[in-house]
């Protein structure tokens, strides 16, 4: 089974604080992805990476950076964390070219104060 | 019990029941589409995917129908039980990127 896990469950943090949200998968997939979801609005993708050190801009990427220095992790970066910015983090990966399904993680719900 | 689109965002259904839960997508380019179930609390979790060179896929006690003439999507879940209470995304593939498009969701509840 794909496993793809999230480094938090939950977590608080203040407005203007620099927060790190850290994701594992352990199937050597290729493309990674990071969503938000907010109630209404769906998962909106934030940022992919379909390989290390490559990244792409997803539909919001404002306030947001990533990186992935190995495969099997792809870090998502609030610079300044606002309180706009609070919303359920969903990680996913896929294993890449026609096998395009995407496997999520449990997510991690960030309250910014 | 049925939902239309993506603007009803809840569907309840008797236990025993067949739910069918509708999508309709926006891009006549999309060509793979994937359901997803997701929990309170977890994150989506994979059920079926159908390409667009396909109408109909079957999987246990699920089936999704694809309609490209109307850009239509249904998830059929046969005998409903209690355990498939969650919320129902379909996603879309779109672009040279390959990107997931996801619906905003349709709240299954299954009744005793």
């Known amino acids: 089974d794909v496993k793809v896990t999230q480094s938090s469950r939950y977590l608080v943090k203040r407005t203007g604080e620099k927060v790190f949200l850290e994701c594992v998968q352990d199937m050597d997939h290729e493309n990674m992805f990071w969503y938000r979801q907010d109630p209404g609005l769906g998962l909106r993708l934030i940022y992919f990476?379909?390989?290390?050190?490559?990244?792409e801009k997803g539909d919001i990427p404002e306030g947001y950076s990533v990186s992935r220095e190995k495969k099997e992790r792809f870090s998502l970066i609030l610079e300044s964390a606002s309180t706009n910015q609070t919303s359920m983090y969903l990680c996913a990966s896929s294993l890449g070219q026609t096998r395009e399904t995407q496997y999520f993680g449990p997510g991690t719900r960030l309250l910014v104060l | 019990g049925e939902s239309v689109g993506l603007h009803l965002p809840t569907l309840s259904v008797q236990e025993g029941d067949n739910s069918i839960i509708n999508c309709a997508y926006s891009?006549?380019?999309?060509?793979?589409f994937i359901w997803y179930k997701q929990e309170s609390g977890k994150g989506p979790q994979f059920i079926i995917d159908?390409?667009?060179?396909?109408d109909k896929r079957q999987g246990q006690r699920v089936t999704v129908l694809l309609n490209k003439t109307v850009k239509h999507l249904s998830l059929q879940i046969a005998a409903t039980q209690p355990g498939d209470s969650a919320v129902y995304f379909c996603?879309?593939?779109?672009?040279?990127?390959?990107?997931?498009?996801f619906g905003s969701g349709t709240q299954l509840t299954v009744l005793p």
């Open positions: 891009n006549s380019a999309s060509d793979y």
């Open positions: 159908i390409r667009s060179n396909m």
């Open positions: 990476s379909y390989d290390v050190k490559m990244k």
């Open positions: 996603a879309e593939i779109r672009g040279s990127a390959r990107q997931l498009t």
